[in-house]
């Protein structure tokens, strides 16, 4: 199953595949799903566009994030890891 993040017919297509686990984690252990941009997770780490989907309502979070569809927010994995480590979020609230 396929959630579209976004789409420019002249740039790219990002999305997440939310049916499929990858074995990898991020450097603070958070389990990686497949998706992304079309350069995916073979591309070299500084071309990766790691980002985190959640269900976060309170401002602090949304005011960070991109609605995908309505419930259903997009923000970096660096904008995470800031919330959890400031004690808004818990890593269980985020898929990356």
Partial sequence: ??????????????????????SKTTD??????????VRGLSAPAQQQDIVCLHRLTAAI????????????????????ESLVDAGHAVPDDFWV
């Fill in 28 to 37: 603070k252990g958070w389990r990686i799903w497949y998706g992304g941009d």
């Fill in 61 to 80: 979070a949304t005011d960070v994030s991109r609605t995908v569809i309505p419930g259903i927010f997009v923000t970096s994995l660096s904008i995470a």
């Fill in 1 to 22: 199953v396929l959630l579209l993040l976004s789409h420019d017919p002249e740039l790219f297509t990002q999305g997440v595949i939310v049916n499929r686990p990858t």
